[in-house]
């Protein structure tokens, strides 16, 4: 078994008004495959891509009024957030939590294939909405 840092890549994730134009482009720059899902939670639609030992995630809003659309409604298309994988979540969030940094998740959420996520404030992290997610342990 491979031991990761505390945080390593884990993906990048890009919103986008039309999904399925920017899978035909992330497709005719040699990415695939790709798998499809909706994250109701989240209000979105994402694409995942694998990309060396992360990901690129594309997510296109399905709510007007949510977090997403508005983000995209003032930036367009783009970069959303980086995200970071870490061993223990709750415990990567207390620690950054007691080291001043802005959590907008104190506590974990479920994200995409039931993973563990939170974000970071952009604030805390020169501008770049950071997200930090942990994984099940792989089954080998």
């Given at each position: 078994m491979t031991t990761l840092p505390p945080f390593a890549i884990h993906h990048t994730g890009v919103v986008v008004a039309d999904l399925a134009a920017a899978i035909a482009r992330y497709e005719a720059l040699g990415f695939g495959p790709v798998e499809r899902a909706a994250v109701p939670e989240q209000a979105v639609l994402a694409a995942v891509f694998p990309a060396g030992p992360g990901y690129l995630e594309l997510i296109q809003p399905t709510d007007p009024d949510g977090p997403i659309a508005r983000f995209h409604a003032k930036r367009g298309d783009g970069l959303h957030h980086?995200?970071?994988?870490?061993?223990?979540?709750?415990?990567?969030?207390?620690r950054l939590g007691a080291a001043g940094v802005r959590l907008i998740d104190?506590?974990?959420r479920r994200g995409l294939h039931g993973w563990r996520i939170a974000f970071l404030h952009?604030?805390?992290c020169a501008g770049v909405l950071t997200e930090l997610v942990e994984e099940p342990e792989r089954q080998e």
């Open positions: 980086v995200a970071y994988r870490v061993p223990d979540i709750q415990a990567a969030l207390d104190p506590t974990p952009p604030e805390s």
